[in-house]
T-cell receptor, first 114, second 112 residues
Framework: SQTIHQWPATLVQPVGSPLSLECTVE??????LYWYRQAAGRGLQLLFY??????ISSEVPQNLSASRPQDRQFILSSKKLLLSDSGFYLC?????????????FGEGSWLTVV | AQSVTQLGSHVSVSEGALVLLRCNYS??????LFWYVQYPNQGLQLLLK??????LVKGINGFEAEFKKSETSFHLTKPSAHMSDAAEYFC??????????FGTGTKLQVIP
């Protein structure tokens, strides 16, 4: 069966520091990968999605970037964090053409920028 | 392009009462529709989905939803609320290009 893991689960970072959140999927090949952000009291905002290695689409101009160095690895980064980057970050995966592109989520990572 | 509107950011029901969470969608292509549940500090868990075929879809934990094309709706129901149903619920639509659009969520409170 397929599993998705993301880490770290929580982190507190000072303003201006770098960020790296990592996500891996097991049990499937060539998944679509996603990073969402969920700010307090708000819905899900799609940040990036990737349909293959090195293919990244950005949905929202911002202080973040994403990379996909391997088929089942997706990394969310920032060079200098802002207070507004605080939130709950969710990695997710799907497989095109299977069950209507059903998205499955990881456990989430809480980021607090102080 | 597609969009989702969830009516009511907060819904309160008594334990044992009917749960009704509303979702309306907009899609330029035949949609695939989803409901997810999120418990505090956790990721989203798939409750149920509609892709094709039967318009009444049954999911986990006794929830079901009905796809009504004429009303562009996909409301989530459960006949009898349980305390463990207290969570946030998200409706979502897939309209192509590997992207799923989510609603802003509805927090369900169950009153004992």
């Amino acid at each position: 069966s397929q599993t998705i893991h993301q880490w770290p689960a929580t982190l507190v970072q000072p303003v201006g520091s770098p960020l790296s959140l990592e996500c891996t999927v097991e049990g499937t090949s060539n998944p679509n990968l996603y990073w969402y952000r969920q700010a307090a009291g708000r819905g899900l905002q799609l940040l990036f999605y990737s349909v293959g290695i090195g293919q990244i689409s950005s949905e929202v101009p911002q202080n973040l970037s994403a990379s996909r160095p391997q088929d089942r690895q997706f990394i969310l980064s920032s060079k200098k964090l802002l207070l507004s980057d605080s939130g709950f970050y969710l990695c997710a995966w799907s497989v095109s053409g299977v069950s209507g592109n059903t998205i499955y989520f990881g456990e989430g990572s809480w980021l607090t920028v102080v | 392009a597609q969009s989702v509107t969830q009516l009511g950011s907060h819904v309160s029901v008594s334990e044992g009462a009917l749960v009704l969470l509303r979702c309306n969608y907009s899609s330029s292509v035949p949609p695939y529709l989803f409901w997810y549940v999120q418990y505090p500090n956790q990721g989203l868990q798939l409750l149920l989905k509609y892709t094709t075929g039967a318009t009444l879809v049954k999911g986990i934990n006794g929830f079901e939803a009905e796809f009504k094309k004429s009303e562009t709706s996909f409301h989530l129901t459960k006949p009898s609320a349980h305390m463990s149903d207290a969570a946030e619920y998200f409706c979502a639509v897939y309209g192509g290009y590997q992207k799923v659009t989510f609603g802003t969520g509805t927090k369900l409170q169950v009153i004992p």
